[in-house]
């Protein structure tokens, strides 16, 4: 029957502890932006389970996550239905994941089941052409063909960036959260340098900081040899040479305007061309997208659709650095190769460098020519992609790649 309030608060108290989040370090009295990403899949996990379902529907529960967190939320599911004997369907667009999570799989193309069968059995003898497209996608290796320059366009040096922490007493102040702890690296012309650490290891902090936005306790930025002056009017002719793409295309366009209206904003940075309408135009050319899509509005696209405009934004100042921040996390395994193709056919030709923010450490991998791994708002290890993946040296790098789900080996060799 129906709950008081009481015997409510009593039962998601108990679903709290059983997610693992126990009340002397999670009251329920906390607020959802008082938590992390990981602890608030969690709550939502716990009210999913609290009326005891026979099935759990998770759709996408862990693409937003970094692999650690990934890997505990997971673990999370799996021991739900072992114990709570429930059902488990997981909807989701990462091959890595169902082959560890699931027994039976399906596979959907435009509203029909094209394949299904048991897990390893589908994985090892595919039949159905989307299936096949879908696992080579998932391990789509772009090809790369221009290479880095010996002259930074990025120089970060000796960065770090403190918030005040909330007192626990009237009279004493603690000491300040250090977010980023004296942190260097370059970004040369032409480069692709991935960052990738846990949620809360700092690196948004660092972002916000590289493209002016967050203030610095010590430590220079430079972009093109000039001081970012980070957290204080950077000027223009500066600010056109960094440009962001976000995760979510949709979040970051205002629904009620048009394409070519969305376009235009950052030429509140410069004086508007005058030929206006071809800039823009051929903007969304070099993304493979015709002039036609100005005059529609972005709920009309797919997701892949607006992440190609969201990146011709990005281009329309004819910027030097292109901050990608979780740029593809969101993407199904297809349109996720078609965007990692498109980015690297922009950098042979028009000489991009980026900065690659991501905790797909695949597509890492299939990007990057140098990876930094940041820990507790230090660079722990730096080096080339292919060593850092193949001979990582710190165990919080270890650690990382351990985490990251993998399709067994012996699964893919027929």
């Known amino acids: 029957g129906k709950s008081n309030k009481s015997e409510a608060s009593r039962i998601a108290r108990k679903m709290l502890d059983r997610v693992g989040l126990p009340a002397d370090k999670y009251p329920s009295t906390k607020y959802p932006h008082e938590l992390s990403g990981g602890q608030r899949q969690r709550?939502?996990?716990a009210m999913a389970i609290a009326l005891r379902p026979k099935l759990l529907i998770a759709d996408e529960p862990t693409t937003a996550l970094d692999v650690t967190t990934q890997a505990q939320i997971l673990d999370l599911l799996r021991e739900l239905v072992n114990e709570e004997k429930m059902s488990l369907l997981l909807i989701t667009h990462d091959l890595a994941v169902v082959a560890g999570m699931a027994d039976y799989v399906a596979v959907m193309r435009r509203g029909e089941i094209v394949e299904q069968g048991q897990t390893e059995q589908l994985f090892k003898h595919m039949r159905h052409p989307y299936t096949k497209q879908l696992f080579k996608?998932?391990?789509?290796?772009?090809?790369?063909?221009?290479?880095?320059?010996?002259?930074?366009?990025?120089?970060?040096?000796?960065?770090?960036?403190?918030?005040?922490?909330?007192?626990?007493k009237l009279f004493h102040r603690p000491p300040a959260y250090r977010a980023v702890n004296n942190v260097s690296f370059d970004l040369m012309r032409g480069e692709s340098l991935g960052l990738v650490g846990e949620s809360g290891c700092g690196k948004s902090t660092l972002t916000r900081a590289i493209l002016g936005l967050e203030p610095l306790q010590s430590g220079e930025i430079l972009l093109a040899g000039e001081s970012v002056l980070a957290g204080r009017k950077m000027s223009k002719h500066l600010r056109k040479k960094v440009q962001v793409v976000f995760q979510d295309p949709y979040g970051s366009f205002d629904p009620r305007h048009k394409v070519q209206r969305l376009l235009m904003e950052p030429f509140h940075l410069t004086k508007t061309p005058d030929n206006l309408r071809a800039h823009l135009a051929d903007a969304l050319d070099n993304v493979g997208m015709s002039a036609d899509s100005l005059d529609r509005y972005i709920h009309e696209f797919s997701g892949g659709q607006r992440q190609r405009i969201a990146i011709a934004r990005a281009l329309v100042l004819h910027p030097d650095l292109i901050v990608l921040d979780e740029a593809v996390s969101a993407l199904d395994v297809s349109i996720r190769a078609q965007i990692l193709d498109l980015l690297v056919d922009l950098q042979t030709r028009l000489g991009l460098s980026y900065l690659f923010i991501s905790h797909d450490l695949t597509v890492v991998r299939t990007?990057?020519?140098?990876?930094?791994?940041?820990?507790?708002?230090?660079?722990?290890?730096?080096?080339?992609?292919?060593?850092?993946?193949t001979n990582p040296k710190h165990a919080y790098t270890q650690q990382l790649l351990n985490a990251a789900p993998q399709i067994p080996r012996d699964w893919q060799e027929k």
């Not at 990057?368 to 292919?386: P, S, Y």
């Open 43 to 45: 709550v939502c996990i």
């Open 137 to 168: 996608a998932s391990s789509h290796q772009p090809q790369r063909g221009s290479e880095a320059q010996d002259a930074p366009i990025l120089q970060v040096r000796n960065v770090t960036r403190e918030y005040a922490s909330p007192r626990t």
């Open 367 to 389: 990007i990057t020519d140098r990876v930094l791994v940041m820990q507790a708002g230090k660079i722990v290890e730096q080096g080339k992609t292919e060593q850092i993946f």
